[in-house]
């Protein structure tokens, strides 16, 4: 067994510590989810990255087990699958319909149609060596998209300014596990395993550089701009002086005045033809002096 002999000790070494950290990650979105559970609302967070990670996590073990001699592959693998599903099962058990709608049609879409695709293709198609290279390449494919995932929310990072949905434990964790799993696949000489790795390393640290950068951003806060933006279009509602029936309309006795609220336009629209003058906001009660 390439992982578990004592001819590779220092395989050995690294694929226990990669299990080790690799399984740390798995807990990393612990907090996340325990707010979820708190607060009973998903809020911001996608379920994108732990569908992939799931599948990831399904495609390793097909792969250590056509492979075989693959043990420590298979363990750290088996409980990402255990992990994942849990947080998965957690999101749309709090997730808003649409949410949980677009969850599982990616379920349904990776996990069950394309590993089944995969699992047929590679077992119907391809024999012997040739069966391991071809699903090796597929493995290094979707775990880059491991990675690649939590990238997801870069750009409501960017815009809002806010860290809050990128954990930095989960970013420094894929990390460190990238590093040690390279070695360890540079040690047992499986470039399947190594490579997806190298880009691995590669986002965590490109994650890792975004959350130092916004994390004393102050955030922009989305609902205050549209509060903002109600209340300018408010400011900008003319006010109507209705001109033809300010003879009608009842004088102050004590001020000799007459009073004129502001009217919307629709209203105004709505009502039969009159003579209107728009005068410039604020919207307040206008007097107009008696004739």
């Not at 994108?48 to 001699?69: G, R, T």
């Not at 879409?109 to 390449?137: A, D, K, M, P």
């Not at 995932?149 to 815009?159: D, W």
């Not at 975004?210 to 509060?227: C, D, I, Q, R, S």
């Amino acid at each position: 067994m390439a992982g578990l002999s004592l001819q590779h000790p220092w395989a050995f070494a690294f694929g226990l510590l990669g299990n080790l950290i690799s399984f740390t990650t798995y807990l990393a979105p612990i907090p996340t989810f325990y707010r979820i559970y708190k607060s009973k609302s998903t809020e911001g967070f996608q379920s994108v990255p732990y569908v992939v990670a799931l599948f990831s996590a399904m495609l390793w073990i097909f792969y250590a087990l056509i492979k075989s001699n693959e043990a420590l592959l298979i363990t750290i693998n088996a409980a990402g699958c255990v992990i994942e599903t849990i947080y998965i099962v957690m999101y749309l058990a709090y997730a808003p319909k649409k949410a949980k709608v677009f969850t599982t049609k990616i379920l349904l879409l990776l996990n069950v149609g394309v590993f089944g695709v995969i699992l047929l293709l590679t077992l119907l198609l391809s024999h012997g060596e040739q069966r391991v290279v071809s699903l090796g390449w597929v493995c290094v494919a979707f775990s880059v998209s491991v990675f690649v995932a939590p990238l997801s929310i870069i750009k409501r990072v960017i815009q809002s300014r806010s860290v809050e949905y990128m954990p930095f434990s989960l970013s420094l964790t894929l990390t460190l596990s990238a590093v040690v799993w390279f070695l360890y696949g540079l040690l047992i000489k499986d470039k399947y395993v190594a490579l997806p790795n190298i880009l691995g390393f590669t986002f965590g640290v490109v994650q890792m550089g975004l959350y130092v950068f916004y994390m004393n951003a102050t955030p922009v806060a989305g609902e205050g701009k549209e509060g903002k933006g109600k209340l300018a279009a408010a400011e900008e509602l003319p006010v109507v002086v209705n001109v033809g029936k300010l003879a009608a309309a009842t004088p102050d006795r004590s001020s000799g005045a007459v009073h004129v609220h502001p009217v919307p336009r629709s209203c105004a629209a709505a009502a039969e033809p009159e003579v209107l003058v728009d005068i410039p906001p604020p919207p307040r009660a206008v007097e107009v002096a008696a004739v």
